[in-house]
């Protein structure tokens, strides 16, 4: 794989998300956002649970500068994609990963407008889904999520719960329980594990996130 990010096809459909992004990554180092985890345990786990094995195809939406990938490499993964909408937030994971970073495929583009030609075994996310407020962008998003899974694909997606916060880097988001998600994703997923964090932030402060793990579920005989 090339150290170097690529650019997804069809432009973004949102340039001012993008602009905003890039913003926030230029003018703060990623270990003191409110989002930032030095070690996410909880993503790991959950991973751990799918049994999907070292050889799957995994993506991390949003995974910018997160050290999810770091660990995933750590643990023997090694077909690993992290997508962001910032691309100055892939370029700060590459030069923290150094020679590592050539190990994993590197994407810049708006989530809502992707496409794959080689379906994934998992699709993370902590902390994207819950910033599509509109009920159009949160369509297409699942319509990208599920045009991108394999037939026996599964999702971890980890939003701000519904006693969580109302806003994040002064952007409004959606609250969440896990059957209020498991109804925003519909039928195609089958919810089988779920749990509560305390996601304590570098300033000291709270955030309530919460975790869930989806299953696909069979596609209609008509659609098959």
């Not at 459909?13 to 070690?39: F, R, T």
């Not at 495929?105 to 708006?110: E, K, P, Q």
């Amino acid at each position: 794989m090339s150290t170097s990010a690529t650019r997804l096809p069809g432009g973004c459909l949102h340039p001012e998300w993008q602009i905003y992004w890039e913003h926030i990554y230029a003018g703060k180092d990623p270990a003191v956002v409110s989002w930032h985890q030095a070690h996410p345990e909880h993503s790991l786990s959950l991973i751990n649970d799918s049994a999907i094995g070292s050889a799957a195809r995994i993506i991390d939406v949003g995974g910018g500068a997160s050290r999810l990938v770091d660990q995933l490499l750590d643990a023997g993964y090694r077909n690993l994609t992290v997508l962001d909408i910032a691309a100055t937030s892939i370029e700060r994971a590459r030069l923290r990963l150094g020679e590592r970073a050539s190990q994993v495929n590197w994407l810049v583009g708006d989530i809502t407008n992707y496409a794959t030609p080689q379906p994934f075994d998992l699709w993370h996310d902590r902390a994207v889904f819950h910033f599509l407020t509109s009920q159009q962008d949160r369509a297409s998003y699942v319509e990208s999520m599920l045009n991108a899974l394999t037939p026996n694909g599964q999702v971890i997606i980890a939003t701000f719960s519904d006693s969580g916060p109302g806003q994040c880097s002064g952007l409004e988001v959606v609250r969440y329980n896990p059957a209020m998600l498991s109804n925003t994703l519909g039928p195609r997923l089958h919810l089988v594990e779920t749990f509560t964090e305390q996601h304590h932030t570098p300033d000291g402060g709270v955030q309530e996130f919460s975790y869930c793990r989806f299953c696909r579920n069979p596609a209609p005989a008509t659609e098959r």
